[in-house]
């Protein structure tokens, strides 16, 4: 434990050091703690990093060129570089009992392709790709792009649709990974709203992936990676799971046996910045035979690493192997579980019929709103959540007709099931006073929506008075 004072101080010393020289960017960051210190956060894929790690972000490492791998760099004088991507790798492969874990990728997004390319390279034998891997991505033209995935063979993806929770990455066009394979999903059961795994299997065996991508960012229960991996195997694919919204609570042992992506996939990418707490950034665990292609990473997708990230990586991933970590994982999933017990119980619909991980969805339609007029009636009222599709949502991916909800951040904050009943009642408050609007030609809106100032003063209110009594970062003082 650092002594009472010292976050207090260090922050409050940084500011006075930037506010020397750009006052408005040392306004700006003050501004955002207290922004986030009054909303009542339930975006499920953000955080608070803890002191110490948004501390490690803030220093010298910044300054550091160090492509390549621990011990074998392109640039002298990485010593110290060394020391803390090997730390973060050990914490990592600790932590989550990996055999390899590489620390570079900035994002989810770059480990994702990180793991893609490494796959690639490892499965299939093209002179273009050896060519691609001396450059970086964005250099490839179109032309680059035909004849590489001409060479490679048209390489197949298969992975989670958007509308059913899988993310852009796992295949789908804007992503360059809709470029570089040839894609198709898996969706739900319209019945349950649950992954049917003989569906997937028989997409496998129509298909022949090369790669099979389990995870997701709006999913609300428990995938089972064991048989992922049967269905994998079973057409010789690599598997891979993006773990990044719920690597907490593989963290904090919350995901175990079968629901534990890390024995059973041959590669796992992640965030380290929504449930595990950690700075912005990605990473990539990988079973022995494919950590030499991961560690490829740079400079085939990405730059030079971001060696004070990799610090905070390190700090976030020691503080996750805490006891406590595990306890706030479990706290983690109860939180989500009474949420939207208390959101059932009001009457709202929830794909799936409710969670078992960190997320839900709650499907507004029921509420006669789109998911565009119902995120922003909420963040009328101090809530803050995002919009989000649902299995074969009637209003597309920009309206949508869902809103996700997640508990990581406010079980920071350490509010418990209690105050999550309370903040169902805010929900549905806001949610069944909320009307849609029409367009000028009398045509019903996707956007426009009336909820009575009133109503959303009051609930506003009633958030800052719940949040009051958890403050966030009670340690720092910055006044
Ligand atoms: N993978 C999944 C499942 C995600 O939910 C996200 C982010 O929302 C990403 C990858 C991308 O992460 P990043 O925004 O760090 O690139």
Known sequence: MSSPNAESTAFRSALEVIRAVEPRVAG?????????????????????????????????????????????????????????????????????????????????????????????????EAPALKKAQARHVNDLTEADWFALRRELGNQRMLGMSLDA???????????????????????????TGLIDYDKVAEAAREFKPLILVAG???????????????IADSVGATFMVDMAHFAGLVAGKVLTGDFDPVPHAHIV??????????????????????????????????????PHVMAAKAVALAEARRPDFADYAQRIVANAQALAEGLLRRGATLVTGGTDNHLAIIDVTSYALTGRQAEQALLD?????????????????????????????????????AE????????????SQTNAGANPDGTASKAKYALDPAVADKVSRQAGELLAGFPLYPTVDLT
């Open 269 to 306: 990418t992640t965030t380290t910045h929504k449930s595990l707490r950690g700075p912005r950034g990605g990473m990539v665990l990988c079973q022995p035979e494919l950590a030499e292609q991961v560690d490829r990473g740079c400079p085939m997708v990405l730059g030079g690493p971001l």
């Open 28 to 124: 700006a960051i003050a501004a955002e703690l207290a922004d986030q210190r009054e909303s009542l956060k339930l975006i499920a894929s953000e955080n608070y990093a803890s002191p110490a790690t948004l501390l490690a972000m803030g220093n010298w490492f910044s300054d550091k060129y160090a492509e390549g791998t621990v011990g074998r760099r392109f640039y002298a004088g990485c010593q110290n570089v060394d020391t803390v991507e090997a730390l973060a790798a050990e914490h990592a492969r600790e932590l989550f009992g990996a055999a390899h874990a590489y620390v570079q990728p900035h994002s989810g997004i770059d480990a994702n392709l990180v793991a893609f390319w490494a796959v690639l390279a490892d499965r299939v």
């Open 165 to 191: 929770g899988g993310h852009l990455t796992h295949g789908f066009r804007p992503n360059i990974s809709g470029k570089m394979f040839d894609q198709r999903s898996y969706g739900t059961d319209p019945e």
């Open 420 to 431: 999550m009943d309370t903040i169902a009642e805010l929900i549905h408050t806001v949610l």
């Open 381 to 417: 009222a101090g809530i803050v959540t995002n919009r989000n599709s649902v299995p074969q949502d009637p209003n597309g991916a920009w309206y949508t007709s869902g809103i996700r909800i997640g508990t990581p951040a406010l079980t920071t904050r350490g509010l418990g099931t």
């Open 216 to 230: 997701y960012s709006a999913y609300p229960r428990r995938v089972n990676f064991r048989i992922m991996r049967e």
